[in-house]
C-alpha cells in the first residue's frame, strides 16, 4: 500500500512539473502598417518574406526599406518614412499581378513557394535590378 501512495505521488509530482514548465501559448504578434501582405501574417512567415525574400533576393537588410527610430536605434518597422518602404509595397503588388495573370496562380501571396516570379526573378541579389 505504502508503494502505491509513493508511485501515485511521484507520478502527480511529476504531471504538476510538466504542467508548470509548459510555457503557455503566446497571443500571435500583431505588426502594425501591414498593406499588401495580411494583418493575420505570422512572425516566421514574416521572417521568411522579409530575411529570405527580401535580404537574400536583393542583397539588402532591414534599414534599406526600414527607417531607424531614433530612440532605439532599431529599425522601425511601421515607419514609411522612407520610400523605399513603397517602391517595395507596389513590386510586392506587381509580383502578385503577374502570378495571378501570367500564370494563374489564384490569390498567391508574397512568401508562397509555388511563386512563379519572385523578387530574385529580376533583381538576382541585387538592390536595383539591370536594364535588360
Do not use: W
Not at 501512495?5 to 497571443?27: F, N, S
Not at 542583397?59 to 517595395?88: L, M
Not at 499581378?97 to 509555388?114: A, H, Q, R, T
Amino acid at each position: 500500500m505504502k508503494r502505491k501512495l509513493i508511485a501515485i505521488g511521484l507520478i502527480a509530482g511529476t504531471v504538476i512539473l510538466c504542467v508548470a514548465a509548459v510555457k503557455p501559448e503566446q497571443p500571435p504578434e500583431v505588426y502594425k502598417n501591414l498593406q499588401v501582405l495580411p494583418a493575420n501574417t505570422s512572425s516566421k512567415l514574416l521572417t521568411r518574406i522579409m530575411v529570405d525574400g527580401f535580404n537574400d533576393e536583393l542583397g539588402v537588410s532591414c534599414n534599406f526599406c526600414h527607417a531607424e527610430n531614433k530612440e532605439t536605434k532599431q529599425p522601425d518597422y511601421a515607419s514609411d518614412e522612407k520610400p523605399e518602404k513603397e517602391i517595395a509595397r507596389a513590386m510586392m503588388r506587381m509580383t502578385i499581378g503577374i502570378n495571378n495573370k501570367y500564370f494563374e496562380l489564384k490569390n498567391p501571396m508574397i512568401g508562397d513557394s509555388v511563386l512563379a516570379v519572385t523578387c530574385g526573378t529580376c533583381h538576382h541579389g541585387q538592390a536595383q535590378p539591370e536594364n535588360q
